[in-house]
């Protein structure tokens, strides 16, 4: 049998849909809607009068298996989203299931031990990147990286590439000099679903060891001509997001710190929390970060300067 046009209509809805949500996250909301559905009808209706009430158990279910905090509250992030998209009434925000929640986060809270590299520390990590990089190549390379990440908050899924075999990041035809300035199309980024992108203008500094102008002139001149990604090896292969992890905890173990406590997001929160600390007010900040809510103040770390 051909199928209807109402069939036709979910299909291109669920398209759209889907182009909504980074890919990551479409999937795991789509497992967790199975996973609620799945339990819904195992549930022996003479048990409950309300879909709510199923849902606490589910809750409840979560929590006596020992999942985080954070599985559950995606979990039900997944169940709220099918939930609003068939335009039924979003039960994972009951009082009581908040309660449940703030009681495992009571309970259970994890501290996040990322550190940020606010500008003093940018300066000393590019210091040792010559004892750490096997050619001068290799420094231009990372001395460029590390400056745009700070100065631009870039987060590492808007700068490399995720493996040798996918490309991403930022893009050769994405950043040039514009009258002395560093102009960078981000084309996609994760508070930007919908690829409408984003320009960054990045001016000279008067340190010139972390100058991203000027850095961005030296890695210029010694880059292959290639299309493709803009951060590559001599070789011409893409600079991934392991390699990037890699070099940053070489060149902070290098200076006596612990790695742990670091890792590519740490250009991203030191961004933020530099700016906290020169004085500059919310509005920059967010828009600095590319945040658009009052999540921007889980960055600004200045007690773990």
């Not at 960054?200 to 500094?205: A, K, M, Q």
């Not at 200076?255 to 004085?279: E, K, R, V």
Request: net charge positive; hydrophobic share 40%; charged share 20%.
């Amino acid at each position: 049998m051909p199928p209807t046009s109402v069939e036709f209509s979910i299909a291109r809805i669920s398209k759209w849909l889907s182009m909504s949500l980074a890919d990551k996250t479409w999937h795991a909301y789509i497992a967790s809607w199975n996973e609620w559905m799945k339990f819904k009808t195992s549930f022996p209706k003479e048990h409950y009068q309300r879909d709510s009430d199923v849902l606490l158990s589910f809750v409840l279910e979560q929590v006596e298996a020992q999942y985080s905090l954070s599985a559950i509250t995606k979990k039900l992030a997944g169940i709220s989203f099918f939930l609003k998209v068939q335009g039924e009434a979003d039960i994972t925000k009951s009082f009581l299931v908040k309660q449940i929640l703030r009681g495992v986060g009571r309970i259970t809270r994890s501290v996040d031990i990322r550190r940020p590299i606010t500008l003093s520390l940018l300066k000393d990590l590019v210091s040792v990147l010559p004892q750490i990089c096997y050619s001068r190549f290799e420094t231009m390379l990372f001395t460029l990286l590390f400056s745009v990440s700070f100065f631009g908050a870039l987060r590492v899924s808007e700068s490399v590439s995720q493996s040798k075999r996918s490309p991403g990041g930022i893009g050769s035809e994405d950043i040039h000099l514009v009258e002395g300035k560093l102009k960078i199309i981000l084309k996609k980024s994760k508070t930007d679903k919908v690829g409408r992108g984003t320009t960054i203008w990045l001016g000279n500094s008067t340190e010139q060891s972390i100058c991203p102008v000027l850095a961005f002139r030296h890695y210029q001149q010694v880059r292959p001509c290639l299309p493709g990604p803009f951060f590559i090896h001599s070789d011409g292969s893409f600079l991934t997001r392991f390699q990037f992890v890699k070099i940053l905890k070489g060149a902070v173990s290098k200076l006596d710190i612990p790695p742990d406590h670091y890792n590519t997001h740490s250009f991203h929160i030191g961004a933020a929390t530099q700016a906290s600390l020169m004085g500059l007010g919310e509005e920059f900040i967010k828009r600095l970060g590319r945040w658009n809510s009052s999540r921007y103040q889980l960055y600004v770390r200045p007690t773990l300067v």
